[in-house]
């Protein structure tokens, strides 16, 4: 079993930077894949961005692609969105996710293991 917690969501300003956190437990975090999701208010939950169980892939949704960045410290057991520039229609709940897989995936059928999810708000 894999125990996922978030961390570092807040109330930012359009234009301002965020990072927030996930922290693993339970199986060798090497081993697999993870993920951020989000999840807007009224809609659906959507695939941000993904890293390889070692950390030398990644991969992105378009709308965030050149703003956000995934990496994973292996020895902390954490994995890390930052999000630059952040736009209004970023307001969500971002959600960590861990996959089934050592490779990367956007398809949450993939993920096994969810955290409980951080609020981010962008006001503009």
């Known amino acids: 079993q894999v125990q996922l917690v978030e961390s570092g969501g807040g109330l930012v300003q359009a234009g301002d930077s965020l990072r927030v956190s996930c922290a693993a437990s339970g199986r060798t975090f090497s081993t697999y894949a993870m993920g951020w999701f989000r999840q807007a208010p009224g809609k659906e939950r959507e695939f941000v961005a993904s890293i390889s169980g070692s950390g030398g892939n990644t991969y992105y949704a378009d709308f965030v692609k050149g703003r956000f960045t995934i990496a994973r410290d292996n020895a902390k057991n954490t994995v890390y969105l930052q999000m630059n520039s952040l736009k209004p229609e970023d307001t969500a709940v971002y959600y960590c996710?861990?996959?089934?897989?050592?490779?990367?995936?956007?398809?949450?059928?993939?993920?096994?293991?969810w955290g409980q999810g951080t609020q981010v708000t962008v006001s503009s």
């Open positions: 996710a861990g996959s089934r897989y050592r490779t990367m995936s956007y398809g949450s059928n993939a993920y096994a293991y």
